[in-house]
């Protein structure tokens, strides 16, 4: 069975500071993509970024950034100077492709919760 | 207009009623999931179908039931509702062209059960 930790339940900083949103899975497929979604107060859910096993660069997007470690299992998310707007609950998130132990279904994280204080 | 759209946003009832929560997509997505989401629990897979006449329990599917009506909807019905079914429900669909199976949400149901 798959399964993905988020070991933090809540992070806490001030705007401007970086932080970083842990993430590490669990999966018997040596093919599967990793997913992060936001999730702001307004409760929708907002994806994030897609990321292929067999891609390990890193990815930079703006303020946010993703660094894809296949030896830990971890694909851990980054804000750079983080501002108020920030402030969600964010999932990560492991599927497998077709012929995979968990084909067609999406496993989450228990989600992180962070607060960026003004 | 939204892509997925879930009737009602939000409900309160009473425990014992049968309530049916409704999801609309106009992707053209073959796959549809039903999802709930409990404070410090992530999201949880209820039912999902890969199309109109397949329908698979998941995770939590205990005290639920689903319909898919048409490749365009899919309905999850609570038929005595609980208390401890107090959640967000979310509504997904997936395009089954694409390996990587990402989803798209609908912008979620508030269920309070009193």
């Known amino acids: 069975a798959q399964k993905v930790t988020q070991a933090q339940t809540e992070i806490s900083v001030v705007e401007k500071e970086d932080v970083t949103l842990d993430c590490v899975y669990e999966t018997r497929d040596t093919t599967y993509y990793l997913f992060w979604y936001k999730q702001p107060p307004s409760g929708e859910l907002v994806f994030l970024i897609r990321r292929n096993s067999f891609d390990e660069q890193n990815e930079i997007s703006g303020r946010y950034s993703w660094n894809f470690q296949k030896s830990t299992s971890s694909f851990n998310f980054t804000i750079t100077a983080s501002q108020v707007v920030d402030s969600a609950v964010y999932f990560c998130a492991l599927s497998s492709p077709r012929g995979g132990t968990s084909y067609g279904k999406l496993t989450f994280g228990q989600g992180t919760i962070l607060t960026v204080h003004p | 207009d939204a892509d997925v759209t879930q009737t009602p946003r939000n409900r309160i009832t009473k425990t014992g009623k049968r309530i049916m929560l409704e999801c609309s997509q106009t992707?053209?997505?073959?796959?549809m999931y039903w999802y709930r989401q409990d404070p410090g629990l992530g999201l949880q897979l209820i039912y999902y179908?890969?199309?109109?006449?397949?329908?698979n329990k998941g995770e939590i599917s205990d005290g639920y039931s689903v319909s898919r009506q048409a490749q365009a909807k899919f309905s999850l019905s609570l038929e005595s509702a609980i208390p401890n079914q107090t959640a967000l429900y979310f509504c997904?669909?997936?395009?089954?062209?694409?390996?990587?199976?990402?989803?798209?949400f609908g912008p979620g149901t508030r269920l309070t059960v009193l």
């Open positions: 179908s890969f199309d109109v006449k397949d329908i």
């Open positions: 992707k053209g997505h073959d796959r």
């Open positions: 997904a669909t997936s395009d089954p062209r694409f390996s990587y199976n990402e989803q798209f």
